[in-house]
C-alpha cells in the first residue's frame, strides 16, 4: 500500500525548533529522492527542502541554515529539523517522493506564534 504519514508538527513561538518525521511505505522512499513540502494557506505547495536516497541534500532559500532534511534508509523514515522557526514557516508540512510523487498524506500542521 503507498502510504505517506506526517507527524511531529504543533504550536510553536518564533524562534523555537520543532522536528518532523514522515514514514514512508518501502515502495515510495526505497532509491528515491525524498522531499519536503509546505503549503501556507491562500499559497501553493512549495518545496522545502530534498534529500537523494545517498544524502545529498537541497535547501530552498528562504530556510537554509535553519532547516536540516535526513533521512534513516532503514525505517523508510525521512525527517525535517526545523530551528529558529519564523511565522512565515506557518503552513501545513508534507513529505512526497520528488519524482513521481504519490497521493499526498495528510501532512502536519506547523504554527509558529510572533
Known sequence: QV????S???LVQA???LRLSC???GSIFRFNTMGWYRQAPGKQRELVARISNGGTTYYVDSV???VTI???NAKNTVYLQMNSLKPEDTAVYYCNRVTSP???GQGTQV???S
Open 3 to 6: 502510504r505517506l504519514v506526517e
Open 64 to 66: 537554509k541554515g535553519r
Open 70 to 72: 535526513s533521512r534513516d
Open 15 to 17: 524562534g523555537g525548533s
Open 111 to 113: 504554527t509558529v506564534s
Open 102 to 104: 504519490v497521493p499526498w
Open 8 to 10: 511531529g508538527g504543533g
Open 23 to 25: 514514514a514512508a511505505s
